[in-house]
């Protein structure tokens, strides 16, 4: 109710509360034990708080927005309010001893995406418990037996994520255990219209374990029956942890007295009849009664400590906001004596003061405006204020930029970033072999290397995926270390994801990349931000492994760059041309905490490559683009399949006069760090940007890098160019795959029709 009453007096944006969900939180809390994980959703408050892991003050701070680590430890303002999350990092952004934390996994809003990541907190334990070599990382497990708890409203069970890690949590066999928190609604719409037969516990039915048979076990119990909830809670929690079955427990029967969020009202479509049932049922109320009729304590009792509980709450309240504030503070007051100041210089400046003055709980952009308004209407004075306020914007905009735009990678000494290079090297016996053989020395150097290595991935496991880069190596290594999933891209991610969460080092196959499709949600939603939102709390340094680009017909053949590029920022994207290049990146990968998706070629497995001599420690840096052929008249930028098809072009074009520089940007997310593709442009004044993503896609993104942050515009002197696919999926068949994706003649004809335009006398049109 207080947190409510902040938002309507404008004090906070939004606001969205745990009330009539506490009571089984309670009885949660007293079984979950430093350890344990959580991953779970915005009504968790009493949870968070009954565990120790949030105060009443980080509660108030995070409604606020407060942008500081210590107030908000959980996003550092960055999330909105109900949003949970534990440290896990410290402040050098290393794991913390997570074996004696009690930890939660970072929120986010979009419904049931909690369940993916539910997932892989569980799966760790199994491997923690399974495999031996992993015992010795007693900081990061207490041999397997930490359960992974998950929360989820009754209406977010619609989604499609909920049964696919139900259905692989019955599957794998992990301590997940799962509490429904029905409400009877989502938002304004009821179970009739959200579930079959309106009960998801009667849905799930035939997930139930039978004798011969494991699955699921299922409880049901009501969210306001606190007795049967501390004992349902003490035996689904044995199950769980004891014999490592995933548990979902369905509490029925709970309440939302203050309506949905602060943005609508329940009376518009709850009916009187459920309002008063809601009124009666309310956990807190039945908790107070069931103390009463226990004679645990007097009702003079309970009601001393009802109060104190509304005087400790009110005044967490207030001592956050004035933290808030006085945070706030700091940089007005420096500005305000400015503005001040700068009044002889230019009398207008005296009204941006007063109204910066005037505004009520005026917020850091309002202080910005006001001196980039000073800034302007001091523009011609040579007075030292307008120097100092200029100061004071630079270095406003520093500290923003520090204080809302940090921590989207890491930021560790373990960041991808800094690893360093280690070259391939080669010597007499370094043998010619297919590319694929080249993955697998990679793989089985891992897994040879650091027992915390794991691959999973539809076929991955017994037959060493589609394209054998893992043949052999469940053999040799066991199947806790290169395992077969179900087909369910989202929680194979989701597995990876909560695995890496808790220290482990999972490579999660996606077999194709147009399939990568199923996953994006969960890969941007979750993955790419978790840093951010966290601001370096919490880190899940994932590797997803696919290929694509180029083979045959639709929906194999994808290279749908633009959209990774656009919906994944905070996830490396590594394209590379080769396996050895790729086993480079997953080498780069493995030794750092950053998360990336590496995409390799998929009709580059039978091509010959030599084997490197170190093909387990060879590193490639991240941001390095690779010039494949020198050249002086034009530069062309491209990457994995199409360097093929680039540099047969550039042959034919040398052939008849036409000198290209061929470069291969290798990685996209970073992208050419060190600026080196505009040193090329100033040598050949032409630029051509070729890939097989879309028209505008992944080669518009590449040609604002090297335009826009490069400036690489000054030195043109033709139109920048792309070649790309067609608008369309690439069509079956060798003709369908010519005419979709760009094929040499093409890269041919656009480098000839730009050096036809400046010499048509040697080089006259074609047709
Ligand atoms: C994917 C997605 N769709 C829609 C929303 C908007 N939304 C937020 S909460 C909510 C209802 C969730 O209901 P339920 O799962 O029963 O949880 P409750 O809020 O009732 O505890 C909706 C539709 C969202 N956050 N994410
Ligand atoms: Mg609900």
């Not at 079984?31 to 949030?54: K, P």
């Not at 960055?78 to 290393?94: K, P, S, V």
């Not at 599957?171 to 719409?189: A, R």
């Not at 980039?372 to 100092?388: F, N």
Request: hydrophobic residues 40%; glycine residues 8%.
């Amino acid at each position: 109710m207080l947190g409510r009453k902040e938002v309507f007096l404008g004090k906070a944006k939004f606001g969205i509360f745990g009330d009539g969900k506490e009571v089984a939180q309670i009885a949660m809390a007293k079984v979950f034990r430093a350890g344990d994980f959580r991953s779970g959703y915005y009504r968790d408050q009493t949870f968070m708080l009954a565990i120790n892991e949030l105060t009443l003050e980080q509660y108030f701070a995070q409604l606020y927005a407060h942008t500081d680590v210590n107030a908000d430890p959980a996003s550092a303002g960055r999330l909105m309010n109900g949003h949970f999350a534990t440290r896990m990092l410290d402040e050098n952004g290393e794991l913390r001893d997570v074996s004696k934390l009690k930890n939660s996994s970072a929120d986010i809003s979009p419904t049931a995406a909690q369940m993916p990541r539910l997932l892989g907190l569980a799966y760790a334990s199994k491997l923690f418990r399974n495999n031996a070599e992993l015992k010795e990382f007693t900081n990061l497990s207490n041999g397997g037996n930490e359960i992974a708890f998950g929360t989820i409203g009754n209406a977010s069970t619609a989604e499609g994520m909920f049964f696919e890690a139900l259905n692989a949590a019955g599957v794998l066999q992990v301590p997940m255990l799962t509490s429904v928190w029905d409400d009877n609604y989502g938002i304004s719409v009821s179970n009739e219209y959200q579930t079959t037969k309106g009960n998801i516990y009667a849905v799930l039915q035939g997930f139930k374990p039978t004798d011969d048979e494991k699955g699921i076990e299922l409880f049901t119990v009501r969210g306001w029956d606190y007795d049967a909830l501390c004992r349902t809670y003490l035996e689904a929690e044995k199950i769980c942890r004891t014999s490592h079955v995933p548990v979902l427990i369905h509490v029925d029967e709970m309440t939302q007295p203050l309506g949905h969020s602060t943005s609508g009202s329940q009376e518009r479509y709850k009916s009187k009849e459920r309002l008063a049932w809601e009124a009666e049922f309310d956990c807190i109320k039945k908790m107070r009664e069931w103390i009463l009729s226990q004679e645990f304590a007097t009702p003079d009792e309970m009601d001393l400590i009802e109060k104190e509980a509304k005087a400790r709450a009110k005044a967490a309240k207030e001592s956050a906001w004035k933290a808030f504030m006085d945070d706030i503070q700091q940089d007005q007051q420096a500005l305000l004596s400015l503005l001040e100041d700068a009044v002889a210089v230019n009398p207008e400046v005296g009204d941006v003061r007063t109204a910066l003055v005037r505004t009520t709980n005026p917020l850091r952009m309002d202080a910005v405006k006001a001196a980039k308004t000073a800034a302007r209407l001091l523009r011609h004075s040579s007075a030292p204020v307008r120097k100092e306020i200029a100061e004071w914007v630079k270095r406003t905009n520093r500290e923003n930029g520090e204080r809302f735009s940090s921590n989207l990678y890491s930021e560790s000494e373990s960041s991808a970033l800094k690893i360093a290079e280690v070259p391939a090297s080669f010597s007499e016996k370094s043998g010619l072999v297919d590319g694929r053989e080249v993955l697998k020395a990679c793989f089985d150097a891992a897994l040879k290397r650091d027992p915390r290595v794991f691959a999973i991935g539809e076929d991955v496991g017994f037959i060493g995926d589609v394209n054998q880069g893992f043949a052999g190596l469940q053999k040799k290594y066991g199947e806790m270390r290169v395992t077969d999933t179900g087909i369910r891209e989202c929680t194979i991610i989701g597995q990876g994801i909560g695995a890496a969460l808790r220290g482990l080092r999972p490579i999660a196959e996606i077999q194709y990349l147009d399939y990568l499709i199923y996953a994006i949600q969960t890969l941007s939603d979750d993955l790419a931000c978790l840093q951010y939102r966290t601001r370096g709390g919490q880190k899940a340094p994932l590797i997803i492994r696919t290929r694509g680009h180029r083979l045959e017909g639709v929906w194999h053949a994808g290279s749908p760059i633009g959209m990774i590029l656009h919906s994944l920022r905070g996830i490396y994207v590594l394209v590379p041309r080769n396996m050895t290049q790729a086993a480079g990146f997953y080498n780069t990968m493995l030794r750092s905490d950053d998360a990336a998706l590496i995409i390799e070629c998929l009709n580059g497995y039978r091509l010959k490559e030599r084997l490197p001599d170190n093909i387990g420690e060879l590193a490639l840096p991240l941001g390095v683009p690779e010039i494949l052929r020198e050249g002086s008249d034009v530069t062309i930028v491209t990457y994995g399949s199409m360097c093929r098809i680039v540099m047969e072009a550039a042959d034919d074009l040398q052939r008849i006069g036409i000198s290209c520089e061929v470069i291969d940007a290798q990685t996209l997310l970073p992208f050419d760090i060190h600026h080196m593709i505009v040193n090329s442009v100033k040598k050949t004044g032409r630029i051509v940007f070729a890939d097989e993503d879309v028209p505008g896609g992944a080669s518009a993104f590449m040609m604002q890098k090297v335009l826009e942050e490069q400036n690489a515009y000054q030195y043109l002197d033709a139109k920048p160019t792309t070649i790309t696919a067609k608008e369309h999926r690439p069509a079956y068949g060798s003709d369908g795959d010519y005419f979709s994706k760009p094929n040499p003649e093409e890269v041919f004809e656009s480098v000839y029709a730009l050096l036809s335009e400046a010499d048509p006398g040697t080089f006259p049109a074609l047709y």
